[in-house]
């Protein structure tokens, strides 16, 4: 399985980003598949998660400014992030798991005040 993250970048607070995650190696449908984050100093944390079923799963911080989307034809997740701030800026990691966690090699997102 490889995991391989796109769109990371520089932007101001307010902007929007959009990342994508390309998965191979598998059949990715009845995985879940999403986001997690680390900022400097702090722990990966779950920014959006969408099992193979559709439910998601978003971070508190992140609901009404995030959405993770899917194309299972494509082996795909993406997150639209709209209203970014200062806190997110972090490296994102693109996640999939089934039966154990797969983790992409992440893309960083700067959100400059």
């Known amino acids: 399985v490889q995991l391989q993250a796109s769109g990371g970048g520089l932007v101001r607070a307010g902007e929007s980003l959009r990342l994508s995650c390309a998965a191979s190696?598998?059949?990715?449908?009845?995985?879940?598949m999403g986001w997690y984050r680390q900022g400097s100093g702090k722990e990966r944390e779950l920014v959006a998660v969408?099992?193979?079923?559709?439910?998601?799963t978003y971070a508190d911080s992140v609901k009404g400014r995030f959405t993770i989307s899917r194309d299972k034809a494509k082996s795909t997740v993406s997150l639209q992030m709209n209203s970014l701030k200062p806190e997110d800026t972090a490296v994102y990691y693109c996640?999939?798991?089934?039966?154990?966690?797969?983790w992409g090699q992440g893309t960083l997102v700067t959100v400059s005040s």
């Open positions: 969408m099992s193979g079923g559709g439910t998601t």
């Open positions: 190696g598998s059949n990715f449908d009845i995985y879940d």
């Open positions: 996640y999939a798991k089934f039966w154990r966690d797969y």
